[in-house]
């Protein structure tokens, strides 16, 4: 058993995909169109890290209940993980792609750690090794 996909609620399709690929390094498995419930048209898009594991479902926010959740899916806290074997050269990397990182890197008993916001503006936090 394992999660296969998460949701992250988003603006815009094209611009998630965007900071995902492009800012974080992460693959775009997914993007076919697809029907709501009622059927209207929106699209399915999922980004994963290389190599797979859990995917990120980029779901466009669909009416106001949904548009406020942009960005606070988890009330300000951090809700994402993004394990790396090479914390600095991701945070170099990620920084020079214009990522915004809400904390500085530190060191933890449980490894490097620095706090960044991703497209939507929901927190993540970038873990490397002790």
């Known amino acids: 058993m394992r999660i296969d996909l998460v949701t992250i609620i988003v603006d815009d399709y094209d611009r998630a995909i965007d900071f995902f690929v492009t800012a974080l390094g992460f693959e775009l498995a997914e993007d076919a169109p697809s029907l709501t ?5 929106k699209r399915w898009v999922v ?3 290389p190599g797979g594991g ?6 466009r926010a669909d009416g106001e209940r949904q548009a406020a959740a942009v960005g606070d899916q988890v009330a300000g ?18 920084t020079a792609a214009g ?6 890197p530190r ?10 916001e991703d497209v939507a503006g929901n927190r993540w936090d970038l873990l490397g090794p002790a």
């Open 37 to 41: 419930n009622d059927g209207r048209p």
């Open 47 to 49: 980004v994963r890290p």
């Open 54 to 59: 859990t995917g990120v479902l980029l779901a």
């Open 77 to 94: 806290r951090v809700g994402f993980f993004l394990r790396v074997d090479d914390f600095e050269a991701a945070h170099e990397r990620m």
């Open 99 to 104: 990522v915004a990182f809400v904390t500085a």
């Open 107 to 116: 060191r933890e008993p449980y490894g490097r750690i620095a706090v960044f």
